[in-house]
């Protein structure tokens, strides 16, 4: 088994906090996206997508996306859970990592490729060129701050985004927190609960995966 | 227990299926998404996103995303089983239906919601107004086109989205479909494997939920 990886990347990296987390390390195989190797033909033969991660099994087998990695060693090394343990807690957990995902996460997925000179013809991850669109750089920012907001409020009463437990949740947002950093925005001053929150999902040894 | 719900728009609908091809039934309460009552008090302390589906548990606990209430199915009712068996089957299951997901049907969400004249102010879903961005509905059927093409591939070999069983991606992918039409695109003539499929899922006494 191996990971197709790339060390300064977003979404890797939540698979590798993921795998701190669960204590599992695997060969690591980086490909260099500033370089391009994503679209290197040996690449391509691994993921005609072209973006990692990639888990590739002893079978040959791959699997090219970053939740779908998750739910593979999840299932394979359920301690410690990630996702959720019991019905309703599994369902809580998904509901709160899809909402980072896409109200944070491809807030500033949008932010930074609509607007980053060296991603110009390449406003969207894979293989087809698709030309950066100025206005969906602003929304993204946009709603960044009402995402900030959303969290501020929702780690008011609880420890972890998804409750009491740490969870893939936390993952997504701690690694939006970050990537927010590439966009030059950062955790609003009145945002107390989630300062404190990141400060300490930031000190867990996985953060630095 | 009960769903909110809306029987035209596609988002509930990919609940409905997942829940009949299950043989679950619930009570169902109607939020009438063309009247704005999503946007109504009554509706809003339900739901601050001012989106259905949402699951309403017997302890009051809510689920407000399509996902986790299928995650909150499959674990309560594991048979017949639509996000897949064993490690290998689930991240399989997962990795296809977020791609259709993301490459189709937001796709089809973006051309519909930054074109349709009624959703002027309102691109994207949820209590935010944001103006509509002609040029994403203009990639959003581009995007959909590429997306009808992979999926032709992708199905020459194998008889479901996922594999040899039918799952959520088959779901996701054809509520995909038919929410294509709303933006008058449909399956291209060439894409005879993908038509072959459309027909088969879209024959299942579920497809009617």
Not at 81 to 90: A, E, I, K, N, S
Not at 98 to 120: H, I, M, Q, S
Request: proline share 7%; hydrophobic share 45%.
């Amino acid at each position: 088994m191996k990971l197709y990886d790339f060390a300064p990347a977003p979404n890797p990296r939540r698979v590798r906090i993921f795998l701190a987390e669960k204590g599992i390390t695997l060969p690591m195989v980086q490909v260099n996206l500033r370089a391009n190797e994503q679209f290197a033909p040996a690449f391509r033969a691994v993921n005609a997508d072209c973006t990692v991660p990639v888990l590739e099994l002893d079978d040959g087998a791959r699997i090219a996306d970053v939740l779908a990695i998750c739910v593979y060693f999840e299932a394979l090394q359920p301690d410690p859970p990630l996702m959720g343990v019991g019905v309703q807690d599994r369902a809580n957990v998904a509901a709160w990592q899809r909402r980072v995902e896409r109200d944070g996460f491809l807030a500033v997925v949008e932010a930074f490729r609509n607007a980053t000179p060296g991603f110009k013809g390449r406003a969207l991850p894979g293989p087809d060129d698709y030309e950066q669109i100025p206005a969906l750089a602003e929304r993204g920012r946009a709603r960044l701050g009402k995402f900030f907001g959303m969290m501020n409020a929702c780690l008011a009463d609880r420890e972890f985004v998804a409750g009491k437990q740490y969870s893939i949740a936390d993952i997504t947002a701690l690694v939006t927190v970050d990537f927010a950093g590439w966009i030059k925005l950062g955790i609003p001053g009145d945002c107390s609960h989630l300062r404190r929150w990141y400060d300490m999902v930031s000190a867990r040894p996985s953060a630095k995966a």
